[in-house]
Each structure stands twice: as structure tokens, then as C-alpha cells.
């Protein structure tokens, strides 16, 4: 039984495919680059920063390939961490860099931690649905 076509917009929206280290590098950039236009439009916000964490967490997840489903819960919280050196408040010198950070880090975890299972729960999904399709696949073949 053939499956509907998709909407007309739908069809029209990117769908690329990452691998593992691609979506790590999509994400990096994307948060770096959120951070600093965190820093430049509200004063690295730190909240703002941890809000935009969360699509780039859902991108992360949808457009990384079959294959590497697995990469994404590991790399969007190194890619919030790469972009929170930008809105982080550091003091003079690298021990005070270093100390606003892991001061950021441990203030904004409840984002990290919120991205996280976002982009957990929907390779999960993916990853069940793939299982799935596998199987009735296996399936029609020997019956």
C-alpha cells in the first residue's frame, strides 16, 4: 500500500542528511554563531541562548542520517558548550574565563539537559521507526 504524498509544503523543506561528525559540526557552528548573536543583540543573555539551544537540538536530531543516529544526544551538548565560551562571564585572565564558563555550564544545565532529551527522544523514535520498517521489511520478504 503506497503511503500518501506529503504536503506540498513539506516537500519544499530542506532535508539534508549529516553524518555523525557533520551534525556535530552543524550544531557547533549553529550555537557558536547563536551565541554571538546573543552577545551582540541582548547582551549575552544567557537564557536566550539555552531557548535558541533547542531547535538547533531538533535540526541535530532530524537531519542526522540513519546511520549515525546515535552521534546526536552526544554532540549537542558539546556544541552548547562550544557556543557558551560566547555569552559566558569571564573575569581577567584564563582562570577567570575558565571560571565563568564552568560557572555558565553548571547554571544553564537545566538547557543542556533539556536539549539533550529532546534530540534523545526524537533519535529514539527515529531509531524505533527504522527497527520497525526493517522488520516488515524482513517480513514481506519471506512470507
Known sequence: MPSPAAPPLLRRLP????TGLGGGLFCA???LASG???QLLFGSSRTVY?????????LTAVWVRRGD?????????????VGLTTVADG???FTGALGG???ALA?????????TLIAGTIVIVRRIRLVRRRAAARERGVA
Open 69 to 81: 543516529l546515535l552521534t546526536a544526544p552526544i554532540v549537542v551538548p558539546i556544541a552548547f558548550a
Open 91 to 93: 573575569g581577567d585572565g
Open 107 to 115: 547554571m544553564e544545565a537545566g538547557w543542556l539537559y533539556g536539549g
Open 50 to 58: 539555552g531557548v535558541l539551544f533547542l531547535p538547533a537540538c531538533v
Open 101 to 103: 564558563f564552568v560557572t
Open 15 to 18: 532535508n539534508p542528511r549529516l
Open 29 to 31: 557552528a549553529v550555537m
Open 36 to 38: 554571538f548573536l546573543d
